[in-house]
Structure formats: C-alpha cells, structure tokens
C-alpha cells in the first residue's frame, strides 16, 4: 500500500505534464464533426474547460498568481497557442484532428505553460536529487517489508 503512495506521488507531476494536449487529443476522439470537418462546439468547449482547470490544478501558484494580474507569461503562452493554431490549422477541424500539426501547438504550449509556471513562483516538481530520495525511500520500505 505504502509503495503505491510512493509511486503515486512520483507519478502525479507526469500525470498533468500535458493538459492542453490532452485536452485537444480527447476532444479529437471524443467530439462530432459536421459534414465540413468543424468539430462540435459544445463538446470542444468543455474539453477546453478541462484542460484550463487541469493547468490550475496542476500549478496552483501559477494560477493564484495569474488570477491577480501577477503572471502574465500565461497570456504569452495563450498567445503562442493561438498563433500556432491560426498558422498549422487547415479549416477543417477533423482533418487537423488527422494529421497532427495542430496537436504540436497544444504540446508546445503544454511546455510553454510549465515554463511560465516556473518564472511566476511555481515550485519545479522534477528536482534534481529528489529522485535519488524517492529511491532511498523505497529501499527502505522494501527493507522494512523483506524483514517483516
């Protein structure tokens, strides 16, 4: 069980490394296109919800921050993202959905988005040493475990 938890909470950081792409990739598999490729608005909007509070959850500080007007390397990576999008996107939602140029946008701005979280206070959560922890721990669980 203990082990579990320690996996968990290396995990969790990897688990939100990419909430736009996610989001965008679900949206892809998930949502109807009309009879022109343009993807449901609704059901897209809702994606997009997901990937915002994915981001807020995922750093909390950044969001805090931004929320205040103290962050506004947020808005760049918005910024970035519409660009991306208005340059790689071909009008037909589906078949950007396809191909994949778009996706790169989401993913760019996915590290675009940890990037802005770092410069506006956000903790890094892949340390460098706190991996070497995270194994003394283990083996020292394991240990406890085998004597047991």
Same mark, same amino acid.
């Given at each position: ?7 968990? %909470? ?33 059901? =897209?909007?809702?994606?997009?919800? =997901? ?24 808005? =760049?990576?918005?910024?970035? %993202? ?54 003394? %721990?283990?083996?020292?669980? %394991? ?6």
């Amino acid at each position: 069980m203990i082990a579990i938890l320690v996996f968990g %909470l290396i995990l969790a950081p990897l688990a939100f490394a990419g909430c736009a792409a996610d989001a965008y990739s679900k949206a892809c598999a998930s949502c109807s296109f009309d009879q022109y490729g343009k993807i449901d608005s609704s059901c =897209s909007g809702g994606y997009k919800a =997901s990937g915002t509070a994915c981001v807020s959850a995922s750093y909390p500080i950044m969001a805090a921050k931004y929320a205040d007007g103290k962050c506004p390397q947020v808005d =760049s990576c918005a910024s970035e %993202l519409q660009s991306c999008v208005a340059q790689y996107n071909t009008g037909n939602d589906k078949a950007d959905c396809q191909e994949g140029s778009v996706g790169v946008c989401y993913a760019a701005a996915d590290q675009c988005t940890k990037s802005a979280a770092v410069k506006c206070g956000e903790i890094e959560q892949q340390c460098q040493g706190s991996s070497a922890g995270f194994i003394l %721990l283990f083996a020292g669980l %394991l240990f406890v475990r085998m004597r047991s």
